[in-house]
């Protein structure tokens, strides 16, 4: 049984076309959500943790919003250089983060 | 340097070679963790070492075998891999397993088995 799912598992978005893309968990007691940007041949780079429903964090166009069941990232005006794969990550129980497959985005000019 | 290093960034072995990965930290953490990455497959949680002390082996076969000798450093030896082993592999470092501020990784190391 999957805990993080993330969807779409690709998007392609031309310049300036704003989105979202989607984190949904099943697990109780969170203890924080992560978003990482993943570029090809490099280790995930740490965006956000979010810790409760209503939190909302901002970098540059990208937007991290909580509820009880899942997170959105929401990505204003992208740019190419946004293109990347968004993980999200989860800590279950005692165990170390939890990732999801990632959305891999696609921004043509 | 800063941040973690990971050596090396490319590695292509025979079924029957015996090599080594290596990761160091650069961050003052005190845990590290060796992730595998498949293609279409979310990151898998291989090793976790806190202070130095395995704390968590999530069911990997023998023939992946880590070290750590300091909070610093973090090694992954390989032996007798399968084609299926052929995947990218991450380490990372946190200050702690639980921390609330995300893990710190490395670029990776592209495992090709032939």
């Known amino acids: 049984e999957d805990q993080v799912t993330q969807s779409p598992e690709a998007l392609r978005l031309q310049e300036g076309e704003s989105s979202s893309l989607n984190c949904s968990y099943t697990?109780?007691?969170?203890?924080?959500l992560f978003w990482y940007r993943q570029d090809p041949g490099k280790g995930p780079e740490f965006l956000f943790t979010?810790?409760?429903a209503g939190e909302e964090k901002e970098k540059e166009r990208l937007k991290a919003t909580l509820t009880k069941k899942e997170s959105f990232l929401h990505i204003t005006a992208p740019k190419p250089e946004d293109s990347a794969t968004y993980l999200c990550a989860v800590p279950l129980g005692n165990t170390p983060l939890v990732f999801g497959k990632g959305t891999r985005l696609s921004v043509i000019a | 340097e800063t941040g973690v290093t990971q050596t090396p960034r490319h590695l292509v072995m025979g079924m029957t070679n015996k090599k080594s990965l290596k990761c160091e930290q650069h961050l003052g953490h005190n845990a590290m963790y060796w992730y595998k990455q498949s293609a279409k497959k979310p990151l898998e949680l291989m090793f976790v070492y806190n202070f130095k002390e395995q704390t968590e082996n999530n069911s990997v076969p023998s023939r992946f075998s880590p070290e750590c000798p300091n909070s610093s450093h973090l090694f992954l030896h390989l032996h007798t891999l399968q084609p299926e082993d052929s995947a990218l592999y991450l380490c990372a470092s946190s200050q702690d397993p639980r921390t609330d501020y995300g893990y710190t990784f490395g670029s990776g190391t592209r495992l090709t088995v032939v």
């Open positions: 979010l810790y409760s």
């Open positions: 697990v109780s007691g969170l203890r924080g």
